[in-house]
């Protein structure tokens, strides 16, 4: 898909064009060859940056099914370390939801524990159902913490600012870490989908405490219990915050449709260099620890995934990235990838239905009516 890049201007007498050297930055996390692949690539090396109003954002849409969990009213940005220290906790905080969200799965005795705590909800003896309550708390506020964050990187890698080393550093590292942050977030979700328990407990908790009548237990009132049930029914709540994230950055522009475009550009080259990454990867003969090489694969296919759903959530036109002849992704080349060699061919059968499924099923456009029937039939296996 070609896309014709407009000047932006801060008033009609000085136009001022738009420079975007995230491409540049970005290439240096990896060595001299996805130089080369990036800076030889038409698609990649006109990629512009755009820039963002200083007026009052408007209350920004949900792109998805779902509402943002904050209107994001008093946005401050945030840029530097700073920005970097937070995606950092972020992506550590997924991690340990990641973590209680397995041995969630363990905890059996958990509903029965929640129907003879209700009785006596203040006693110390209740500490399991007071550890799930908070866990689940805190999960939700992660969520809004996405929302609020992720937006400044977004504006980071999408605004003009001058060519400094120290930022250029700044912006190699802030891409990699929302990388990390984007794969940690698949990764529960994808987890989230196969744990109905941590839906289900929390439901049967609040169901208890509104026939009990009681409110505001282990700092948690009823509208809040609200709150954290819609959001706990979302499909995939983390990855549906960094969407949310995506529609705050976009509504606060001057022209959604160029602001669209260009952070559709940038992760065409966060795309491109992680696929790199693997192809190197996967042509290195000489590795020595084959179960780092395969958690290295996964991490980079799971992160592709990633990018891919994310691009498919700001699309509009209908079929999103789904459409070969629209997209400016190659989606039966990421299938190609997804079938990459593993361990086992029994391994290999269960991550690839496993991957395949997933993007499935947290897409916007798939179920569309446009998409060509070849491009499902690549997902039968």
Same mark, same amino acid.
């Given at each position: 898909?070609?896309?014709?890049?407009?000047?932006?201007?801060?008033?009609?007498?000085?136009?001022?064009?738009?420079?975007?050297?995230?491409?540049?930055?970005?290439?240096?996390?990896?060595?001299?060859?996805?130089?080369?692949?990036?800076?030889?690539?038409?698609?990649?090396?006109?990629?512009?940056?755009?820039?963002?109003?200083?007026?009052? =954002?408007?209350?920004?849409? @949900?792109?998805? %099914? +779902?509402?943002?969990?904050?209107?994001? *009213? #008093?946005?401050?940005? &945030?840029?530097?370390?700073?920005?970097?220290?937070?995606?950092?906790?972020?992506?550590?905080?997924?991690?340990?939801?990641?973590?209680?969200?397995?041995?969630?799965?363990?905890?059996?005795?958990?509903?029965?524990?929640?129907?003879?705590?209700?009785?006596?909800?203040?006693?110390?003896?209740?500490?399991?159902?007071?550890?799930?309550?908070?866990?689940?708390?805190?999960?939700?506020?992660?969520?809004?913490?996405?929302?609020?964050?992720?937006?400044?990187?977004?504006?980071?890698?999408?605004?003009?600012?001058?060519?400094?080393?120290?930022?250029?550093?700044?912006?190699?590292?802030?891409?990699?870490?929302?990388?990390?942050?984007?794969?940690?977030?698949?990764?529960?979700?994808?987890?989230?989908?196969?744990? =109905?328990?941590?839906?289900? @407990?929390?439901? %049967? +908790?609040?169901?208890?405490?509104?026939? *009990? #009548?009681?409110?505001? &237990?282990?700092?948690?009132?009823?509208?809040?219990?609200?709150?954290?049930?819609?959001?706990?029914?979302?499909?995939?709540?983390?990855?549906?915050?960094?969407?949310?994230?995506?529609?705050?950055?976009?509504?606060?522009?001057?022209?959604?449709?160029?602001?669209?475009?260009?952070?559709?550009?940038?992760?065409?080259?966060?795309?491109?260099?992680?696929?790199?990454?693997?192809?190197?990867?996967?042509?290195?003969?000489?590795?020595?620890?084959?179960?780092?090489?395969?958690?290295?694969?996964?991490?980079?296919?799971?992160?592709?995934?990633?990018?891919?759903?994310?691009?498919?959530?700001?699309?509009?036109?209908?079929?999103?990235?789904?459409?070969?002849?629209?997209?400016?992704?190659?989606?039966?080349?990421?299938?190609?990838?997804?079938?990459?060699?593993?361990?086992?061919?029994?391994?290999?059968?269960? *991550?690839?239905?496993?991957?395949?499924?997933?993007?499935?099923?947290?897409?916007?456009?798939?179920?569309?009516?446009?998409?060509?029937?070849?491009?499902?039939?690549?997902?039968?296996?």
């Amino acid at each position: 898909m070609q896309i014709h890049h407009q000047q932006i201007t801060k008033n009609k007498n000085n136009p001022k064009p738009c420079s975007f050297n995230f491409c540049t930055n970005f290439i240096k996390l990896s060595n001299d060859r996805i130089s080369k692949f990036i800076f030889n690539n038409p698609t990649t090396t006109k990629i512009k940056r755009v820039i963002s109003t200083k007026s009052e =954002p408007p209350k920004c849409p @949900a792109i998805g %099914l +779902f509402p943002p969990l904050s209107e994001n *009213k #008093n946005y401050i940005p &945030i840029s530097g370390k700073q920005l970097c220290w937070e995606i950092k906790q972020l992506i550590n905080n997924t991690e340990l939801a990641i973590i209680r969200l397995e041995q969630l799965n363990t905890q059996n005795n958990l509903f029965k524990e929640i129907n003879e705590s209700i009785e006596n909800i203040e006693e110390e003896e209740n500490v399991l159902v007071k550890q799930f309550v908070l866990q689940v708390k805190e999960l939700f506020e992660l969520a809004k913490k996405i929302e609020k964050i992720i937006p400044s990187f977004f504006e980071e890698i999408c605004s003009d600012c001058p060519q400094v080393d120290e930022e250029e550093s700044s912006e190699q590292l802030l891409s990699k870490n929302f990388t990390k942050l984007l794969n940690a977030t698949i990764r529960f979700d994808s987890l989230k989908i196969t744990t =109905p328990i941590l839906q289900n @407990a929390f439901s %049967l +908790f609040r169901r208890m405490c509104l026939l *009990k #009548n009681l409110g505001n &237990i282990y700092t948690l009132n009823a509208p809040l219990s609200d709150q954290i049930v819609l959001f706990l029914s979302r499909p995939s709540p983390l990855f549906t915050a960094i969407v949310n994230s995506a529609g705050h950055f976009i509504g606060r522009q001057k022209s959604r449709e160029l602001a669209t475009s260009h952070l559709s550009e940038a992760l065409i080259v966060i795309y491109n260099v992680l696929k790199k990454m693997l192809q190197r990867l996967c042509n290195n003969q000489q590795q020595e620890d084959y179960s780092n090489t395969d958690y290295h694969k996964e991490f980079l296919i799971r992160s592709l995934m990633g990018i891919l759903l994310l691009s498919d959530h700001i699309d509009r036109n209908f079929g999103g990235i789904f459409i070969p002849s629209r997209s400016p992704f190659d989606i039966a080349d990421f299938i190609d990838i997804v079938k990459l060699r593993t361990s086992s061919v029994e391994i290999k059968m269960k *991550k690839r239905k496993k991957t395949l499924a997933t993007l499935r099923f947290m897409s916007r456009h798939f179920s569309d009516s446009e998409i060509p029937t070849y491009v499902r039939k690549m997902f039968e296996i």
